[in-house]
């Protein structure tokens, strides 16, 4: 299995219960992907927003979460965009969006990440090293960000999401995967 961060997160899975979950199962994980996800409140302003994040390229699914657990799938951002999408879940709080965000950036006051759910597999990983020897940086999306998150050219942004990588590993502990 390769466990994909942005993948999990947006189904709002929680990494210390997916590897013990794989475990009971005798699921060896093959490759840590470290991605992150979209994640937001979809506000008007916010759903407006977001407008810029859907392209033609790559299927942005998304997961729109209620209060009471409640979650409603859409097969592309341009359908959770529409606005007959409202009716179909008209209490969802946060909304997480398959679209591989850089793993450096931060949040915005419109956009949040799910860093949340990497680092935590990291924090399960400094626990237990011989998880995965297997570790990849995925972000793809370089030529379809909005230009807010294009802010360098893809070099630059390489760079600074091994930086980020390599500092919070070294922030827990992992020293070597």
């Keep these: 299995m390769n466990y994909d961060t942005c993948h ?3 189904e709002f899975e929680e990494p210390s219960e997916v590897i013990a979950r794989f475990r009971e199962h005798h699921i060896k994980i093959s490759k840590l992907h470290f991605s992150s996800a979209l994640k937001v409140r ?13 392209d ?5 699914q998304v997961v ?8 409603t799938r859409f097969r592309d951002l341009d359908a ?27 949040p915005t006051p419109l956009f949040g990440t799910t860093s949340d ?6 924090d399960v990983l400094k626990g237990n090293p011989s998880l995965c020897s297997h570790v ?10 909005p230009p807010e998150l294009k802010n360098r050219n893809v070099v630059d942004q390489l760079v600074a999401e091994y930086q980020w990588t390599l500092r919070q ?9």
């Design 8 to 10: 999990l997160a947006v």
């Design 42 to 54: 979809p506000t008007p302003e916010v759903r407006a927003a977001l407008k810029a994040f859907a």
């Design 56 to 60: 033609d390229i790559y299927f942005h």
């Design 64 to 71: 729109a979460r209620a209060a009471d657990g409640a979650m």
């Design 80 to 106: 959770a965009l529409n606005p007959k999408s409202e009716i179909r879940n008209p209490k969802s709080e946060e909304w997480r969006i398959h679209f591989h965000i850089p793993l450096h950036s931060k």
């Design 117 to 122: 759910h990497l680092l935590g597999l990291m």
């Design 136 to 145: 990849e940086m995925e972000t793809y999306t370089w030529e379809v960000l």
């Design 169 to 177: 590993m070294a922030e827990r502990g992992v020293t070597a995967v």
